[in-house]
């Protein structure tokens, strides 16, 4: 970085020329797109789209998740100037990422909301772009995998979360964030046989066929030991990551509406998620960041940083298939 450019640049969400690189603007100011990416809803050429989903009603506590996308995106404005570490490339430079802003819905019709986020995921992969979005409470992903398995057939599900988020549910009509991997089963937008979940520290009677990996797990045996056994059951199907954030402990993400203590650490997510590289990733979310109940910003920290690891993991992939060095 050269203090020359710090000087020049301000505001890249809607000044920079072309997708590409770093930016190296004042991090405290300027318009804030996800990691200073293009502010745009013109997905010509676009590799990778990061959109928010400002919607919290579906919650069993404390709401705030509406409020999510822009402090994520607030708080990535401090990892724009630099490549992701761990990584040895970097995908801001190799693939057009832009920052697609949010969905619109009608916040007073709630029943209608489903599908509006279903058409407005459809439109990202309809042009060609992955798709990583930034909750919002976790029912989004619901909406969201019915674009994706629209599109890539029944996915292996790789979710990380305090909570299965397969409870018994009162019917189809309901929208809540923890029924919707039930939903998702029964659907058959995601294959149990294939998909896993990390972190787990709630009972549930019925994992749907799923594989658990409990936090006591991953305490006890470490990431690349859960790594092992992620990729055992997950193989090379096309996947989808879920990060709930309170699939960390509360001592690294405050800020969610269901915290749970005894979660994973900060640095045990980082390793797992670097560690999965070279999985079949078809897209991604993270989810349950309440600024709200965060007011130091650790968790849209914490949000932020597991955002550019689900780049990175789409990344690494699509890398392999180009047969590039880039
Ligand atoms: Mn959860
Ligand atoms: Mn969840």
Redesign the pocket.
């Known amino acids: 970085m050269a203090l020359e450019d710090a000087k020049r640049q301000v505001d890249t969400a809607i000044t920079r020329q072309g997708h590409r690189g770093l930016s190296y603007e004042n991090a405290f100011g300027g318009v804030t797109s996800f990691l200073r990416r293009t502010l745009t809803k013109d997905l010509t050429g676009v590799d990778l789209a990061v959109t928010g989903i400002p919607f919290d009603q579906a919650v069993t506590n404390r709401p705030g998740t509406r409020l999510g996308p822009r402090a994520i995106r607030e708080a990535s404005a401090l990892q724009a100037c630099d490549a992701p570490y761990g990584w040895g490339f970097n995908p801001l430079e190799a693939f057009d990422i832009v920052d697609y802003g949010d969905l619109a819905f009608d916040y007073a019709t709630v029943a209608e909301f489903p599908a509006v986020l279903q058409a407005h995921v459809a439109c990202i992969l309809d042009a060609g772009a992955a798709c990583i979005a930034l909750g919002g409470d976790?029912s989004i992903s619901l909406p969201i995998l019915r674009a994706h398995a629209a599109r890539h057939g029944p996915l292996a599900l790789v979710q990380f979360?305090a909570?299965s988020?397969t409870w018994e549910d009162g019917g189809p009509q309901r929208i809540d964030?923890g029924t919707m991997f039930r939903k998702a089963v029964r659907e058959g937008l995601i294959d149990p046989a294939r998909s896993v979940q990390v972190g787990i520290r709630t009972d549930n009677p019925d994992p749907m066929g799923i594989t658990v990996i409990d936090a006591p797990f991953v305490h006890d045996n470490g990431p690349a030991a859960t790594v092992a056994r992620i990729r055992q059951v997950v193989g090379d199907a096309p996947a989808y990551v879920s990060f709930?954030i309170?699939a960390l402990d509360p001592a690294f993400a405050p800020g969610t509406g269901t915290p749970v203590w005894g979660g994973l650490t900060s640095a045990q997510a980082a390793a797992m998620l670097r560690g999965l590289a070279g999985l079949n990733m078809v897209g991604g979310d993270v989810?349950?960041v309440s600024p709200p109940f965060d007011p130091s910003g650790i968790t849209a920290v914490a949000g932020a940083h597991v955002a550019v690891e689900l780049i990175c993991l789409w990344a690494w992939k699509k890398r392999e298939e180009r047969g590039t060095d880039q």
């Open positions: 976790h979360d909570h988020d964030h709930d309170d989810v349950e």
